[in-house]
């Protein structure tokens, strides 16, 4: 992509900013972040030249407007993404997931913009027994979180056929890499582990630890947000590795990286977690995508730039 004009809301979080990067270094990038998750630590090598950080919120719609005047793409990344945190606070989560895609999807339908990339969740499949998760199944939303992701689908879904809005909602699996916050309460599980470990302390695992998940990493879910934005798709679309390991597995594989004496800890499973997740990709294979990175690279790039 090149010579666009980009608009990222939640620019300075870790997806956002590994985005913003590489977008950055063809295009004019505007971020939007009210900075309650994000971090402007994230964007210190991005603030300069064609690179303009505006502290706010996907709340404010008449920001939005403003800022999204003749945008090219929108990709909206901006979320409350914590399933704990959803469930303390669902009227919070709502607001910001949903109200705040509904008013992402209004000033890009009144600014025109080209495309809107909307950051989904694997949350919505739910804990299904079914695997891989397909596009085509049904929902089945656990969290508060997860069905305010799901509704915003909806919301790019309805978008796109009364207002002639092009969406594509990347239903994100476990994505992790650089800039993930690890000292959040609500940090995911590789951040989490890398602390712990670095500091010669056991990994905490919640439940049994057989749990599985499907671990993408950041550089390939930036590819796939620029693919699906470059390409005619619309619709929902799977954005993980297409792999799974079990969360012992990955404990045990950090370990071995890090070269740490360490065991484990086991406590108990955390409500509103799910207990396996598989991404089928094949669908997003329609716009060019195919992982680049595999579990061990990817944690080791990881590793090597906390």
Do not use: W
Not at 84 to 100: F, H, M, Q, R, Y
Not at 205 to 216: A, H, N, P, S
Not at 231 to 250: H, K, M, P, W, Y
């Amino acid at each position: 992509m090149q010579n666009k004009k980009i608009a990222i809301t939640g620019g300075a979080g870790f997806i956002g900013a590994n985005l913003a990067k590489e977008l950055a270094v063809n295009n004019s990038v505007i971020i939007i972040d009210n900075l309650s998750t994000g971090k402007k630590k994230n964007l210190t090598d991005l603030l300069e030249g064609n690179v303009k950080f505006v502290e706010g919120s996907i709340g404010d719609l008449s920001l939005l407007e403003r800022l999204f005047k003749n945008v090219d793409f929108v990709f909206h990344q901006a979320a409350i993404a914590s399933v704990p945190k959803s469930i303390e606070d669902p009227l919070a989560t709502n607001e910001t997931n949903v109200t705040g895609t509904l008013n992402v999807l209004l000033a890009a339908r009144d600014s025109s913009v080209k495309k809107v990339i909307y950051a989904s969740s694997t949350a919505v499949y739910g804990d299904t027994p079914t695997l891989p998760q397909m596009e085509e199944m049904m929902p089945n939303p656990q969290s508060p979180y997860a069905t305010t992701k799901l509704a915003g689908e909806y919301y790019c879904q309805v978008f796109q056929a009364v207002y002639g809005l092009p969406t594509v909602s990347l239903r994100y699996f476990n994505v992790y890499g650089p800039k993930q916050d690890p000292n959040s309460e609500y940090a995911a599980v590789i951040p989490r582990f890398i602390k712990r470990v670095s500091e010669g302390k056991p990994p905490i695992i919640f439940g049994d630890g057989e749990q599985t998940r499907d671990l993408v990493f950041v550089s390939d879910v930036v590819r796939a947000n620029i693919l699906a934005a470059e390409s005619d798709a619309t619709g929902v679309f799977n954005t993980g590795q297409g792999r799974r390991v079990t969360i012992n597995e990955l404990a045990k594989l950090m370990i071995h990286i890090m070269n740490k004496d360490v065991g484990t800890i086991h406590q108990g499973a955390r409500v509103g977690d799910i207990r396996h997740s598989l991404a089928d990709i094949s669908k997003a294979g329609l716009f060019g995508y195919e992982p680049q990175y595999d579990l061990e690279r990817g944690l080791r790039e990881t590793i090597g730039n906390i």
